[in-house]
């Protein structure tokens, strides 16, 4: 079983930055897809960006490079890289990973853009 614990939200104003990180507990090298996700209260939890075992990557239409994922297989540990956000960007991110095992969620972190 992995379990999965994401930091690196919180407060930032447009334009901003910021790296999300998301430390795996199992090993992920074997993972068929491990990713972000985001969703807003109300609204359905939609993909960010995925990177499947491979090495491919996958990104939302609205990410228009704003976006970078990337994991390093050493420390389990998976990133995204945010510029320029923008107010639309607020919402709950989760970390995700799909294994042989099974498809495990973190509690997320939430990045909140205001000024």
């Known amino acids: 079983q992995v379990q999965l614990v994401e930091s690196g939200g919180g407060l930032v104003q447009p334009g901003g930055s910021l790296r999300l990180s998301c430390a795996a507990s199992?090993?992920?090298?074997?993972?068929?897809?491990v990713g972000w996700y985001r969703q807003v209260p109300g609204k359905e939890r939609e993909m960010v960006a995925t990177?499947?075992?491979?090495?491919?990557?996958y990104y939302a239409d609205f990410v228009k490079g704003r976006f970078i994922i990337s994991k390093n297989i050493g420390v389990n540990t998976i990133y995204l890289r945010i510029d320029s956000l923008k107010p639309e960007d607020t919402a709950v991110y989760y970390c995700?990973?799909?294994?042989?095992?099974?498809?495990?969620w973190g509690k997320g972190t939430l990045v909140t853009v205001s000024s």
């Open positions: 995700n990973a799909q294994m042989n095992t099974g498809v495990y």
């Open positions: 199992g090993n992920i090298f074997s993972a068929n897809n």
């Open positions: 990177i499947d075992r491979f090495g491919s990557k």
